[in-house]
């Protein structure tokens, strides 16, 4: 028995010097793995040390402490770590590992970009957790030449051999310093970051609690400073393949779009400029965030700006506005929506319910902001199709030296928006306690031809307050009209392969006055027409011919406001007025009749509307024949009779 006992103690002795002794071994060759990997940085020309590496082996434990990092690109970031712990860790091959989780703690950063500018910036994060994790024994390759791109491209070229399950840092502190005397220093706080499903450049959802930070905004002898707290941030389904495409050195010939968030959000942001500014907006969201990696190309607007930090040219300007415009065609959102924004200023306080974006229709709603006279209220203001990139080219295309922008330069703005609407809208008038009041004014176009709308719609419906002061509405003041209600709607189109050009129906509605129609009609109007060109014009006008014109006039109080002036311009009685109007009419009817018969019953129409108010006046023009347009303007401007002696007159009224 005591044989037994003895050889038993044996066994055991030797089973345990020899678990130490591999346990040893495998902490040996993690130093040399570990050594191998910082090797890679001081082969590059960088520094690279460690303190204390450990090893346990029954549960695969690596730790190392006291890492410092230094690449020898000067762009690239300075990093220390007070140690990093990976638990579970395993080798599947010689160029990766994976853990099951990966503790980081007491980590800094530190970088200096000298491209343009000297900024340093400085990261503290106490704890980075991370579960599931995988990646590279040795960093990804990418080429660097000294740019602050370079940099971002080689961060992303390391991210995009990672994955986790999820990673945890519950604060990261920033401090940026831009220099003495330069605006843009300042310290940045983020807290409780999250991510989750981290794979090879895609993320399945970053989040943070809150970001606040100060900045700097200090110009010689005026300190100021930019408070902000962002709360809620959260980021959906990014990729970041396009990203890399677009920073590439040597440019990408992909054309198509690639979306790189599904959504960006926040749910509550604080702004504050000292001193007495202060902003609040109620959450934003912006969806479908696509870039196009052929025109998505930041370095190349990076590298228009001068270096020594002179006022570029005007020929590097326009360079540059282009290079901007390809870079938001390259750039597309599909969605954004940004909440109430509440605007406080010495002036007052301003509201604005929503920003909205789809669509190519950008859109404010619910405006409401101090001005000297009272409060501007505006439920909606559009700009529909607007594109910051054409809008971009229009505003190069107007910047040429010495030289105001040409008719054609300034149509260009048609080619950027397809109209634009406002709704809903109370303003002051002047000083006093009246208000202009606007329900709608749509303004729409399309058909371009060259840079002229071929087709176009106005609309337009509001009430303004008269103003006794103004010699041109003393009638509608002294009648009692305190508010003149307005509702027009105007359309024009043309048909290129007819000529046919059509105002129909231009509707203006008077409220409290009257309501008047006009159609107009032109035929064989070339597409030559279009143009900003004076004598062009001219020589194409000749070809364009006369159609029908029709007037409707609906009286709502306007013989009315006309038979009380000529009362008192003439001093007698509103019947003698009315009477003695109707006479006129009908006497230059019977001297006009001499040499066209439909004046006459013209005539006795118009009459009849003025006899009894509240009637609808209708004429109708319709050419005997072929009428040249310049030919009818210069018969009206010197034998105006003649000129309706061309046309078919009818005419009627009716209540």
């Keep these: ?12 002795a030797l089973t345990a010097g020899g678990w130490f002794g591999f346990n040893l071994y495998v902490q040996h060759r993690a130093t040399n793995e570990v050594e191998a990997a910082f090797e890679q940085i001081r082969t590059g020309g960088g520094k690279a040390s460690h303190g204390k590496i450990g090893f346990e082996l029954a549960t ?8 410092t990092v230094e690449p020898a690109q000067p762009q690239l970031a300075t990093v220390k770590v007070a140690k990093l712990t990976a638990v579970g860790i395993r080798q599947p091959d010689e160029a990766r590992f994976s853990a099951d989780s990966l503790e980081v703690a007491g980590v800094e950063v530190a970088f200096t970009a000298t491209e343009r500018t000297k900024l340093k910036a400085s990261y503290k994060i106490p704890q980075i957790s991370a579960r599931d994790f995988s990646g590279p024994t040795r960093a990804a390759g990418a080429s660097l030449s000294g740019s602050i791109v370079d940099m971002y491209r080689f961060m992303l070229a390391q991210y995009a051999t990672v994955s986790a399950s999820s990673i945890a840092v519950p604060t990261i502190a920033v401090n940026v310093d831009a220099g003495t005397g330069n605006a843009g220093s300042g310290d940045y706080v983020y807290s409780g970051l999250s991510v989750q ?18 900045i700097d905004l200090a110009q010689p002898g005026k300190p100021a400073k930019m408070t902000g707290d962002l709360s809620g941030l959260a980021v959906l389904d990014f990729d970041a393949t396009a990203v890399r495409a677009a920073l590439e050195q040597q440019g990408s010939s992909d054309d198509t779009l690639h979306r790189i968030y599904r959504r960006i959000s926040a749910t509550s942001y604080l702004l504050t400029l000292a001193p007495d500014v202060r902003v609040q907006i109620d959450g934003f969201t912006f969806d479908d965030i696509a870039i196009q990696p052929s025109k998505f190309r930041p370095a190349e607007i990076i590298a228009l700006v001068p270096s020594d930090g002179s006022i570029p040219t005007p020929a590097q300007s326009r360079d540059m506005i282009a290079k901007v415009a390809d870079f938001f065609e390259g750039f597309q959102i599909g ?5 109430k924004q509440t605007v406080e200023t010495p002036q007052g306080t301003g509201r604005l319910s929503a920003i909205k974006y789809d669509e190519d229709t950008i859109a404010l709603e619910g405006l409401d902001m101090p001005l000297p006279q009272g409060q501007l209220k505006m439920d909606r203001f559009a700009l529909k199709s607007f594109s910051a990139a054409n809008l971009m080219r229009w505003a190069a295309s107007l910047g040429t030296p010495g030289q105001p922008p040409s008719p054609d330069q300034m149509l260009g703005l ?19 306690r009246q208000l202009v009041t606007i329900d709608t004014i749509s303004l729409n176009w399309g058909q371009l031809v060259g840079s002229i709308p071929s087709k176009a719609n106005l609309a337009v419906k509001m009430v303004a307050p008269t103003d006794p002061s103004n010699p041109a509405q003393l009638p509608l003041t002294m009648a009692g009209i305190d508010k003149l209600a ?3 709607d105007l359309g024009a189109a043309w048909t290129e392969s007819s000529g046919a050009f059509a105002l129909a129906p231009a509707t203006l509605d008077l409220g409290n006055l009257a309501k008047a129609q006009v ?23 000749a070809q364009v011919e006369t159609g029908a014109l029709e007037l409707s006039l ?3 109080g306007v013989v009315d406001l006309v038979v009380a002036q000529f009362s008192r311009m003439q001093n007698v009685s509103r019947d003698a007025a009315r009477n003695a109007i109707v006479a006129m009419i009908r006497a230059q009817g019977e001297q006009i009749a001499a040499s066209n018969l439909d004046v006459r019953a013209a005539a006795d129409a118009l009459a009849g509307f003025v006899e009894t108010s509240g009637q609808t006046l209708t004429i109708k023009l319709t050419p005997y024949g072929k009428l040249p347009v310049l030919q009818l303007m210069d018969v009206l401007n010197n034998e105006p009779i003649i000129a309706l002696a061309q046309f078919r007159i009818e005419a009627s009224t009716g209540l």
Excluded: C, W
Aim: proline share 3%; net charge positive; hydrophobic share 45%.
């Design 486 to 488: 307005i509702n027009l």
């Design 335 to 339: 969605k954004v929506e940004i909440g």
């Design 414 to 432: 048609f080619h950027v928006l397809a109209g634009a609407e406002i709704k809903g809208v109370a303003v002051p008038y002047r000083n006093t």
């Design 1 to 12: 028995m005591k044989r037994v006992l003895i050889g038993l103690i044996a066994v055991i």
């Design 554 to 556: 609906r009286d709502s």
């Design 60 to 67: 695969r434990t690596l730790t190392i402490e006291d890492i």
């Design 519 to 541: 159609s107009v009609a032109l035929a064989k109007v070339p597409r030559g027409m279009f143009t900003t060109d004076p004598a062009q014009a001219m020589s194409q006008a």
């Design 197 to 214: 499903n981290v794979n090879r450049g895609k993320i399945e959802a970053a989040k943070t609690d809150r970001i606040t930070y100060s």
